[in-house]
C-alpha cells in the first residue's frame, strides 16, 4: 500500500520510479494548423510543412509527418512563427534544427522577459549543404519556473535563407550532442569506403597528416544502415598514418568506426544494372554528376571530365570525374581528375591540346593536354574567404595524370562568381580567347599568348542567358567556305556571328534549338581532327530524378551540330552521332503506309532502348506522332509545335510532312523535329512495366512516308575494380 501511494505521488509531480522527471513536449507540428503557435508573413504559410517544399531539397531528420519549416516561396519569403508562453519546468530544452546558418536572420529563439537568452541556428552556410534536421539542446536549469516564448524566425532572403524546426521538448535528459570525433588509421590499402545515408546531416570529413590537410570533403554519413558505400581512393597516401576527423557527429555515433579499407572500389554487384540506371547515356558509377567539362579529343580518345560528386548523390565537393572513349558510345571511367585545393572546389571549364606547346608545359613527345577550370574560392572551409579564379592544370601523359599548374591562379577574380571558362585557339591571330561568364547576364572575352597571361578584350549582354559560356568556328552545311562564330550559353541559347580574335560581333537576335525540360550546360569538343570535320556537343541532362539510385544525374547523348540555311536565315541543327549505329541490334522498316486513327503498325513491339525515325505526311491528321512507353511525342499540325512531357517547340512542316526521331533510354527521351531543327531533351521515368511503341494518327488519314525502329543494345561504361 505504502509503494502504491509513492509511485501515485512521484507521478503527480511529474516524477519516473527512477527519479527522472518525464518529458514535456513542447511542439511536434503534427496538426493541419500551428494550433496555437502564430504565424506572421509569407515564409512558414498557415500550417507545418509535409517535408520539402516545392523547390527544395529533400528534407530528413524530422520526426513525425510535420514539421516548421519556412521555405515556402523559396528562400525570398520572410517570417516568424511564434509560440504562446509557457513555463520552463525542466534541466534541458531538446529540438531538431537545419536550414540556413544565418544568425540572427535564420534562427529558433528563446525569449524570457522580452530579452532573447538563447538562440539557435541553421548549419548552412555555403553552396551545397543537406537539408537535415540535426539534435541540439540549451541547458535552461538556471531558468526553471519563468515563463518564455519561442520564437523562429526567417529573416534572409539569400541562398539558404531559411530554417527547418521540429520536436521541441524539455527534458532533464539532453539530446545527443554534435561534436567533432576522429580516428587514427595506417592507410594499408587503395581505397576507404565510406558509409552513406542519402538525406543524413552533412559533416566535412577530413584526411590529416599531422596538422597538414590531404583532402576534405563534406558528406552524408550514414548514421545507422548505410545506402550504398561511397569509394575514397586514397592510393597517393598508401603506408603513411593518418587521422579521419569529422567536424559533427553525434556523440552516440559509430559512423566513423565504420569507414573500412578496401583492394578495390568495392562497386556493387549490380552497378550499372540498376532499375533507373541510363543504359546509353553517361552516368557516374556512383554519386552526383553535372556538367560536362573540359571536352577535347587527342590520339584516337574522347575525353569528358564532368562536375562530380564522389561522396553523395546531391550537389557538392565538386571534383572532375573524369571517362575516355573511342567512339563516344562506350566509355571507361578513370580516376577524379581534380580534385579541390586551397583554392576552393573545382567548378566548370574546358579543355585543349596545347599542339605547338606554347604554354611551355611539354617534356617528352606527348602534346600537353590543358584544362582550365574555376577554383571556386569560398565553397569549402579550407577555401573560405577566398574569390572565384581561373586555373589551370596539365597532362604529359595522355589524360592519364594531371598536375595543377604552380603559378594558379591564371586569371584573379573579376566579379562576383565568375567562372566557367571555355578556351579556344584563334589561328589568325595566334592568341588563345576566353569567353567567360561574369555575372547575370553579362560575359566577357579575354586573350593570352600562352594560356598563363590573360588580358581583357570585351563584354556583351545576353538575354535570358547565364553561366558555361561555348564558342567555336563552324562552316556552313553546303558551303563550306563560308563560316560563322557560334557563342552559346548553358541553356543552349546561342548567337551566331563573327569574331576577329578582338571582337565578338553576333549578327542575330538569340536563338533556341533544344525546347526540352532538362538541356544545360551545353559544350563541344575541342581539338577534333579536320578529317573528322564535326562539331560535338554534350548536355547535362539537369534535373532528372533517379529516387533509391546509388548515382544521380545523366548527360545527354552526343550529338553533332550543323550549321545550315533556312528561311529564317542561318541555324543550329542537332542529330544524334553516327556512331550510335554501332548498337542498332534489330531493325524494322515500314514504307509507304496509311495510318489511320485507331492503327498501330508498332504494336507488335516492346522495349526499353530504342532510336525510332519516321516521315509521315500529315494529310487530313490534326495530329500525328509516336508514343514510347507510354509517353507521347507529337505534332499538332493547327499549331505547328513538336510536344514531348509538357515542352513545346514550334517547328513548320516540309512539303506537308514532318520529321521524326527519338532516342529512348531507361531514363529519357531525347526528341529531333526535321533532321534536328529542334530537340527536345527531357529526363522521365517510364512505368516499368510499359513497354510499348506506338505510332498514331488523330483526326484524320495520314500517311507514312517510311518508318525505321531500331532496338538498342546497352552500352554502359566500364569501371576498374
Given at each position: ?287 552526383w554528376l553535372n556538367d560536362p567539362n573540359g571536352l577535347l579529343y587527342y590520339r584516337g580518345e574522347y575525353h569528358l571530365f564532368f562536375q562530380h560528386n564522389p561522396c553523395g548523390v546531391q550537389w557538392g565537393n565538386m571534383h572532375w570525374g573524369h571517362a575516355v572513349s573511342r567512339d563516344l558510345v562506350r566509355w571507361q571511367v578513370r580516376p577524379i581528375a581534380l580534385a579541390p585545393d586551397a583554392l576552393g572546389t573545382i567548378f566548370s571549364g574546358s579543355g585543349v591540346v596545347d599542339r605547338d606547346n606554347i604554354a611551355g608545359f611539354q617534356n617528352g613527345r606527348e602534346a600537353p593536354l590543358i584544362l582550365i577550370y574555376t577554383a571556386a574560392g569560398g565553397t569549402s572551409p579550407a577555401s573560405a574567404g577566398k574569390p572565384f579564379t581561373q586555373c589551370l592544370a596539365y597532362s ?326
Amino acid at each position: 500500500m505504502y509503494r502504491l501511494f509513492m509511485l501515485c505521488l512521484l507521478l503527480s509531480v511529474g516524477l519516473t520510479v527512477s527519479g527522472t522527471r518525464e518529458d514535456l513536449l513542447i511542439a511536434d507540428f503534427e496538426g493541419e494548423t500551428y494550433g496555437d503557435w502564430r504565424a506572421e508573413g509569407a515564409a512558414f504559410g498557415i500550417g507545418p510543412a509535409r517535408g520539402a517544399l516545392p523547390g527544395q531539397m529533400p528534407v530528413t531528420g524530422f520526426l513525425g509527418r510535420g514539421l516548421a519549416n519556412s521555405y515556402l516561396g523559396g528562400d525570398g519569403s520572410t517570417g516568424t512563427l511564434t509560440s504562446p508562453p509557457f513555463r520552463i519546468q525542466r534541466r534541458f530544452l531538446n529540438f531538431l534544427i537545419g536550414g540556413g546558418r544565418y544568425p540572427g536572420q535564420t534562427c529558433l529563439n528563446l525569449i524570457v522577459e522580452g530579452q532573447i537568452v538563447r538562440t539557435a541556428t541553421g548549419p548552412n552556410d555555403r553552396p551545397g549543404g543537406s537539408e537535415a534536421l540535426a539534435p541540439a539542446y540549451w541547458d535552461v536549469s538556471e531558468l526553471e519556473g519563468k515563463t518564455a516564448i519561442l520564437q523562429i524566425v526567417d529573416a534572409a532572403t539569400g541562398g539558404w535563407g531559411h530554417i527547418n524546426v521540429d520536436h521541441i521538448v524539455q527534458s532533464d535528459r539532453k539530446a545527443p550532442r554534435m561534436t567533432e570525433k576522429s580516428r587514427q588509421i595506417l592507410l594499408e590499402q587503395d581505397y576507404l569506403r565510406i558509409p552513406v545515408q542519402t538525406g543524413a546531416p552533412k559533416t566535412l570529413l577530413r584526411l590529416q597528416e599531422d596538422d597538414r590537410t590531404l583532402c576534405e570533403f563534406e558528406v552524408e554519413l550514414a548514421p545507422d544502415t548505410p545506402d550504398l558505400h561511397l569509394p575514397l581512393d586514397v592510393r597517393a597516401w598508401r603506408g603513411r598514418r593518418v587521422t579521419l576527423r569529422v567536424e559533427k557527429l553525434r556523440e552516440d555515433s559509430t559512423a566513423l568506426e565504420r569507414i573500412v579499407q578496401s583492394r578495390t572500389p568495392g562497386y556493387p554487384e549490380n552497378l550499372y544494372r540498376e532499375k533507373l540506371r541510363p543504359q546509353f547515356h553517361f552516368t557516374a558509377p556512383l554519386g552526383w554528376l553535372n556538367d560536362p567539362n573540359g571536352l577535347l579529343y587527342y590520339r584516337g580518345e574522347y575525353h569528358l571530365f564532368f562536375q562530380h560528386n564522389p561522396c553523395g548523390v546531391q550537389w557538392g565537393n565538386m571534383h572532375w570525374g573524369h571517362a575516355v572513349s573511342r567512339d563516344l558510345v562506350r566509355w571507361q571511367v578513370r580516376p577524379i581528375a581534380l580534385a579541390p585545393d586551397a583554392l576552393g572546389t573545382i567548378f566548370s571549364g574546358s579543355g585543349v591540346v596545347d599542339r605547338d606547346n606554347i604554354a611551355g608545359f611539354q617534356n617528352g613527345r606527348e602534346a600537353p593536354l590543358i584544362l582550365i577550370y574555376t577554383a571556386a574560392g569560398g565553397t569549402s572551409p579550407a577555401s573560405a574567404g577566398k574569390p572565384f579564379t581561373q586555373c589551370l592544370a596539365y597532362s604529359l601523359d595522355r589524360g592519364r595524370s594531371w598536375i595543377k599548374y604552380a603559378g594558379n591562379p591564371v586569371l584573379g577574380h573579376i566579379v562576383a562568381e565568375n567562372r566557367d571558362p571555355k578556351v579556344v585557339w584563334h589561328a589568325l591571330t595566334r592568341r588563345w580567347i576566353m569567353a567567360l561568364y561574369l555575372n547575370g547576364n553579362e560575359f566577357g572575352f579575354y586573350a593570352s599568348p600562352d594560356l598563363k597571361r590573360w588580358t581583357p578584350l570585351h563584354t556583351i549582354t545576353v538575354p535570358d542567358c547565364a553561366e558555361c559560356p561555348d564558342l567555336f568556328e563552324m562552316p556552313v552545311k553546303g558551303d563550306p567556305k563560308q563560316r560563322r562564330w557560334v557563342w552559346t550559353a548553358a541553356n543552349g541559347r546561342y548567337l551566331i556571328g563573327s569574331f576577329d580574335g578582338q571582337r565578338f560581333t553576333p549578327e542575330t537576335e538569340t536563338l533556341q534549338t533544344d525546347y526540352g525540360a532538362n538541356f544545360y550546360a551545353v559544350q563541344t569538343y575541342s581539338d577534333l581532327p579536320p578529317s573528322d570535320g564535326r562539331r560535338i556537343q554534350i548536355a547535362w541532362m539537369a534535373g532528372g530524378r533517379y529516387p533509391q539510385m546509388p548515382f544521380n544525374q545523366q548527360m545527354s547523348f552526343p550529338c553533332e551540330l550543323t550549321l545550315r540555311p533556312t528561311p529564317e536565315g542561318l541555324r543550329l541543327f542537332r542529330l544524334p552521332v553516327r556512331e550510335i549505329r554501332s548498337l542498332y541490334e534489330r531493325e524494322r522498316v515500314w514504307r509507304d503506309l496509311p495510318l489511320k486513327p485507331g492503327e498501330n503498325p508498332l504494336s507488335g513491339l516492346t522495349g526499353e532502348l530504342w532510336d525510332i525515325e519516321t516521315e509521315i505526311e500529315i494529310g487530313e491528321a490534326a495530329e500525328v506522332g509516336l508514343r514510347v512507353r507510354g509517353e507521347a511525342v507529337s505534332y499538332r499540325a493547327g499549331e505547328k509545335t513538336l510536344a514531348c512531357l509538357g515542352r513545346r517547340a514550334p517547328l513548320e512542316l516540309i512539303r506537308g510532312r514532318i520529321r521524326l526521331r527519338v532516342l529512348a533510354d531507361r531514363a529519357s527521351l531525347e526528341v529531333f523535329g526535321n533532321d534536328g531543327r529542334v530537340s527536345l531533351t527531357s529526363c522521365f521515368l517510364p512505368c516499368e512495366e510499359e513497354r510499348g511503341l506506338e505510332v498514331y494518327a488523330l483526326g484524320g488519314t495520314a500517311r507514312i512516308v517510311r518508318l525505321q525502329a531500331r532496338s538498342l543494345r546497352p552500352a554502359v561504361p566500364q569501371t576498374a575494380q
